[in-house]
């Protein structure tokens, strides 16, 4: 597996625990032009991985436990957003204005899944709150693609024109990235190093990340896959997001298993946030970068008032680089990157068969912040990581080495990889988790609860 070697190099591991990881083939899955079952193996591995470890440090095992990557748990936990089942209703993933769209010199993708992103897009084409998507696509066809692009950006909005490889390549946001490792890790400081509450390795099953605490200030997927992971592995998960912002009830549904979900104003009560921030051990971000500077959330100033933080952050383009601060989606950063012209063609984009930037990256995100608690146990510091979706598309377009697709049973679909569970949501069919290592859990402990149903305080 030389691409989990890759991802877990790139979280910090200790080449020698690689060998603890073995994978079940299985023919038939993922199946793209690029590899993305390789990038899918890579990342729930490396997070698997990190969970091991951990847990072995904490039960003062005297070797860290065997970690099993299968394909069809993988292939299933990628697609979980539409796997997902309320009520026997499968949800509808995009919205109508969410799609590709023809323009004057080619294609444009454009994200209006939420209310204001739609209403931001129609605002930047002149068009009225109500305008068909007839409309939409007449409006379109009059303009560029890098002309409906900045339009839309300027408003706030979400379209990016599709670019071919190598266009990308030539563009300064390429440059940035390619020059950033895959998964950014510093220290923030010399905070003493963190004291770990032993766990009782006759206790099953071993829950590594048992007694952290995780503030969750993310949306839309590879935070909410992270910290679903870290919630499965034993971790106080609170998600909290602005009252005027309410989440998408699927994709809530879909993303929260073990959470719990509040709602909070940090224009109006900091002092509430301040108080979950006093005994926090992990703050994770993933709103676009610098967007919650002004509330005192930049890393830094996180660890200023929490000293042994962790702080995670992801973002689509990266927090560097002239599309720094635009907000992002994994369909779009696809399409930027060259991804939709490589599954398709410049005449008929494409994409690749699950959302993998996003569910990738959110695993790998989760592996790191594992690996920065681990390391937090041997030596001082808040910790700071960071990923970018636009760097994991880099991964996998130039640096990922397919692996022979030989060996294994074929794959005959998710049903082997999916439950169902009584929630107050109804009842959800959904896939399980991925991350597998012996004596792990094999699901979470609570469902998803209504959003923003929660108190704004730790359990």
């Not at 796997?83 to 109508?96: W, Y």
Request: charge should be neutral; proline fraction near 7%; hydrophobic fraction near 45%.
């Amino acid at each position: 597996m030389t691409s989990l070697n890759t991802a877990w190099h790139a979280v910090g591991g200790d080449p020698a625990l690689a060998s603890r990881a073995s994978s079940v083939v299985r023919r038939g899955v993922l199946e793209a032009r690029l590899p993305v079952r390789e990038l899918a193996r890579a990342c729930v591995g490396a997070c698997a991985l990190a969970a091991a470890e951990l847990g072995a440090r904490r039960a003062g095992l005297a070797e860290v436990p065997a970690v099993g990557v299968d394909d069809g748990a993988v292939t299933a936990a990628f697609h979980s957003e539409r796997l997902l089942q309320v009520d026997r209703r499968t949800p509808v993933s995009f919205a109508p204005l969410s799609r590709f769209w023809r323009t004057a010199d080619g294609w444009v993708r454009t994200h209006a899944n939420y209310p204001h992103h739609r209403a931001r897009l129609l605002g930047a084409l002149g068009l009225p709150a109500d305008a068909s998507a007839d409309e939409v696509a007449r409006r379109l066809t009059e303009r560029s693609a890098l002309e409906v692009e900045e339009t839309v950006y300027r408003a706030g909005g979400l379209a990016v024109a599709l670019r071919a490889p190598k266009e990308w390549a030539a563009h300064e946001q390429a440059a940035e990235v390619a020059a950033r490792p895959l998964v950014e890790r510093e220290r923030l400081d010399s905070a003493h190093a963190r004291v770990l509450l032993p766990l009782d390795p006759a206790t099953a099953p071993l829950l590594p990340a048992a007694g952290l605490r995780v503030l969750d200030l993310t949306r839309v997927l590879a935070g909410p896959v992270a910290t679903r992971t870290l919630a499965l592995l034993g971790a106080d998960v609170l998600r909290m997001d602005a009252p005027q912002l309410p989440e998408l009830a699927d994709q809530h549904a879909d993303t929260d298993f073990g959470k719990r979900s509040a709602t909070l104003d940090l224009t109006t009560d900091r002092d509430a946030f301040e108080e979950l921030l006093a005994s926090a051990d992990v703050v994770v971000t993933g709103y676009r970068p610098g967007a919650l500077d002004r509330f005192g959330l930049s890393p830094e100033a996180l660890a200023e008032r929490r000293p042994g933080l962790v702080v995670a952050q992801v973002s689509a383009w990266g927090a560097y680089g002239p599309w720094g601060g635009r907000r992002g989606f994994d369909s779009l950063v696809q399409v930027a990157s060259g991804i939709a012209v490589t599954e398709g063609s410049a005449d008929q984009p494409g994409a690749l068969p699950a959302q993998a930037l996003d569910h990738g990256t959110g695993y790998l995100l989760a592996a790191a912040v594992l690996r920065a608690v681990t390391e937090q146990s041997y030596a001082s510091g808040s910790r700071l990581v960071r990923l970018a979706l636009a760097r994991t598309a880099r991964w996998l377009t130039d640096e990922i080495r397919p692996e022979p697709a030989t060996g294994g049973a074929a794959y005959e679909g998710p049903d082997a990889w999916l439950a169902e569970t009584d929630s107050p949501l109804g009842r959800l069919r959904h896939a399980l988790p991925p991350v597998s290592f012996a004596g792990g859990p094999a699901g979470w402990a609570r469902p998803p609860a209504p959003w923003g149903s929660d108190p704004a305080r730790w359990a």
